[in-house]
Nanobody
Framework: VQLVESGGGLVQAGGSLRLSCATS????????MRWVRQAPGKEREGVAA????????YYSDSVKGRFTISRDNANNTVYLQMNTLKPEDTASYYC??????????????????????WGQGTQVTVS
């Protein structure tokens, strides 16, 4: 199982980035997917999650209205579109997956579940 994030970089405040998470080694259409970030000296924060069928999503209050999670199961890729970026969004962003037999779950459940597989992360820096 592999999850490989890409798309991070340096951007000015107010700008946008789109992160991608390419998965392999499992059927992405059998997994909930999540984006988590961690800044130096801060706790890890789940920022977005999406159900298997894409019908349910979760966003943390800190990114709601600015970030959008989406998935393309045919191409085994999950995305995080980040708009109106702020300096406080600076962090390493990680993609995570949790195998499931369910097509969907409530937003709260998507956030609370333990995710089994993780990528190496991509750095986002907002100046």
């Amino acid at each position: 199982v592999q999850l490989v994030e890409s798309g991070g970089g340096l951007v000015q405040a107010g700008g946008s980035l789109r992160l991608s998470c390419a998965t392999s080694g499992f059927k992405q259409n059998t997994a909930f997917m999540r984006w988590v970030r961690q800044a130096p000296g801060k706790e890890r924060e789940g920022v977005a999650a999406i159900a298997t069928n894409g019908g349910s999503t979760y966003y943390s209050d800190s990114v709601k209205g600015r970030f959008t999670i989406s998935r393309d199961n045919a191409n085994n890729t999950v995305y995080l579109q980040m708009n109106t970026l702020k300096p406080e969004d600076t962090a390493s962003y990680y993609c995570a997956a949790r195998w499931t037999a369910y097509l969907s779950a409530s937003p709260g459940t998507l956030d609370r579940l333990e995710y089994n597989f993780w990528g190496q992360g991509t750095q986002v820096t907002v100046s």
